[in-house]
Nanobody, 118 residues
Framework: QVQLVESGGGLVQAGGSPRLSCAAS????????MGWYRQAPGRQRELVAT???????NYADSVKGRFTISRDNAKNTVFLQMNSLNPEDTAVYYC????????????WGQGTQVTVSS
């Protein structure tokens, strides 16, 4: 069954370094692109970071140098290591799997809330 399950969110103090996890079903972990997006209240959902099946990464300017996306192929899991969090990082973080070569698809997890307090 196709699914993406995020975990690791919660309340964290400013400057903290939580790590989010996205456990993906085997069938979609080999997607062309896995990524993290976030949506804060009153804002559009925005790209945070992506990683290709080949391991290439891309980051939003707002998180570059602070966040790191990685993957564990043996566990079918993608991670988002977040460092030096600010209250502005507060958002629901969503895991995404997208395929654009061959059969196209775009799957989303349910999201995990990250709240950064001072």
């Amino acid at each position: 069954q196709v699914q993406l399950v995020e975990s690791g969110g919660g309340l964290v103090q400013a400057g903290g370094s939580p790590r989010l996890s996205c456990a993906a079903s085997r069938s979609i972990f080999s997607s062309n692109l896995m990524g993290w997006y976030r949506q804060a209240p009153g804002r559009q959902r925005e790209l945070v970071a992506t990683i290709t099946s080949g391991g290439s990464t891309n980051y939003a300017d707002s998180v570059k140098g602070r966040f790191t996306i990685s993957r564990d192929n043996a566990k079918n899991t993608v991670f988002l290591q977040m460092n030096s969090l600010n209250p502005e990082d507060t958002a629901v973080y969503y895991c995404n799997a997208r395929n654009y070569v061959g059969v196209r698809y775009d799957y989303w997890g349910q999201g995990t809330q990250v709240t950064v307090s001072s």
